[in-house]
């Protein structure tokens, strides 16, 4: 299986923070690579697909890069509303397993 | 407009088999590169992917699962069912069925998800 670690697993921000999220994966996986947000209680929400594109709805303050096995999630301007769990994804490879989550935290 | 609604029991039993249905609309599950998913998150933990069947009725499974799982699909009915046989306290979890498209290879509609308590 490709295990997907995602680093830190959590961190403490001030609204307007630039923020960013790593996430390594075992092997290459190309671009096949996911992010999600998850707040309390709901189910996760799809903000970048293909490592880099921004998914329909989502706000333009996320951003994705990377490919191989080093991906990178930004915020630019942390928001109130972006204080959430963020999770990544490998979907190059059945099972297409999730990293292990990065709360951000009200600083 | 999609959507997927997760459903079955609330609690079961140690050693019990556990069937989930998953029931959508706004898609089908016949259409070339449409593929449905099985996820699941213990309380206060990460998510866990757990099986897909996929259009063409391909099938994938967790590794450490594979022996305890069984994703179907029925097209007419618009849905999916997992069955996990042999279930402990170490599967309480809130269950989710989500979409993945291959044209997105990512999970873009979720359910609200279902919360399986394992307990005698």
């Known amino acids: 299986d490709i295990q997907m670690t995602q680093s830190p697993s959590s961190l403490s921000a001030s609204v307007g923070d630039r923020v960013t999220i790593t996430c390594r994966a075992s092997q290459s996986i190309k671009s096949y690579l996911n992010w999600y947000q998850q707040k309390p209680g709901k189910a996760p929400k799809l903000l970048i697909y293909d490592a880099s594109s921004l998914q329909k709805g989502a706000p333009s303050r996320f951003s994705g890069s990377g490919s191989g096995t080093d991906f990178i999630l930004t915020i630019s301007s942390l928001q109130p509303e972006d204080f959430a769990t963020y999770y990544c994804?490998?979907?190059?490879?059945?099972?297409?397993?999730f990293g292990g989550g990065t709360k951000v935290e009200v600083k | 407009q999609v959507t997927l609604k997760e459903s079955g029991p609330a609690l079961v039993k140690p050693t019990q088999t556990l069937t989930l249905t998953c029931t959508f609309s706004?898609?089908?599950?016949?259409?070339?590169?449409?593929?449905v998913a099985w996820i699941r998150q213990p309380p206060g933990k990460a998510l866990e992917w757990l099986a897909r069947i996929d259009w063409d009725d391909d099938k994938f499974y967790s590794t450490s699962l594979k022996t305890r799982l069984t994703i179907s699909k029925d097209t007419s009915k618009n849905q999916v069912v997992l069955s996990m046989t042999n279930v402990d306290p170490g599967d309480t979890a809130t269950y989710y069925c989500?979409?993945?498209?291959?044209?997105?290879?990512?999970?873009?509609?979720w359910g609200q998800g279902t919360l399986v308590t394992v307990s005698s």
């Open positions: 989500a979409r993945m498209p291959t044209s997105i290879s990512s999970f873009d509609y």
């Open positions: 706004g898609f089908s599950l016949s259409t070339i590169g449409m593929r």
């Open positions: 994804q490998q979907s190059h490879t059945a099972p297409q397993t």
